[in-house]
């Protein structure tokens, strides 16, 4: 019974879609990778803003990139929104991160961020959604969507993160990434 679940199906894909997502980033996506680590070197500071599960995905991606010694802070959506954007300029590069790509939070966050004149990235699964249509760099996520809550778009969120670190410190490499996904997703197998 559990098996025809829509949850459990999304569960046993993200192997799937973790190569999907990956496959993407390293070939298509791999010049916004690109623009996205450039944007970010020359930033006097880089904030992440997101909700939810979007919002627990930033971690590893903002300790990362602090421990290259770029100045980073990571923000909730609302908290931007209402109450910090003004603390911020032309000098910031601001990374939103939503899966839907039209979560209100962040929609109404990119006028006021573009008015200060930073680079918006953009990470999201929705390429036609107003997060991907207003951002000045789009890093799409290229997982198969989930039926009911973020399971392989999570994890395609972490991995386009960890890219992007990787990215920004110069040591991205296809090969290594994908000789390490490749043991990662053997793990999935082993469950």
Request: hydrophobic share 45%; proline share 3%.
């Amino acid at each position: 019974m559990i098996q025809s679940l829509p949850v459990y199906k999304d569960i046993l894909n993200q192997p799937s879609a973790l190569r999907q997502s990956l496959q993407y980033s390293i070939n298509e996506g791999k010049g916004e990778l690109i623009r996205a680590a450039k944007a970010i070197l020359n930033a006097r500071h880089v904030v992440v803003a997101s909700i939810g599960a979007s919002y627990a995905a930033s971690f590893p991606f903002i300790y990362r990139i602090a421990q290259m010694g770029i100045n980073v802070s990571l923000e909730d959506a609302s908290e931007l929104l209402h109450y910090t954007t003004t603390k911020y300029d032309k000098d910031t590069v601001f990374i939103l991160i939503s899966r839907s790509g039209d979560t209100i939070e962040i929609t109404r966050l990119m006028e006021p961020l573009k008015k200060l004149g930073g680079t918006l990235i953009g990470v999201t699964n929705v390429v036609n959604s107003k997060l991907a249509l207003g951002a000045d760099i789009l890093l799409h996520l290229n997982s198969p969507a989930d039926e009911f809550i973020a399971i392989q778009t999570y994890s395609a969120t972490l991995l386009v993160l960890e890219l992007l670190a990787h990215q920004v410190s110069g040591q991205l490499e296809t090969t290594d990434c994908q000789n390490h996904l490749d043991d990662l997703l053997a793990q999935f197998s082993k469950s």
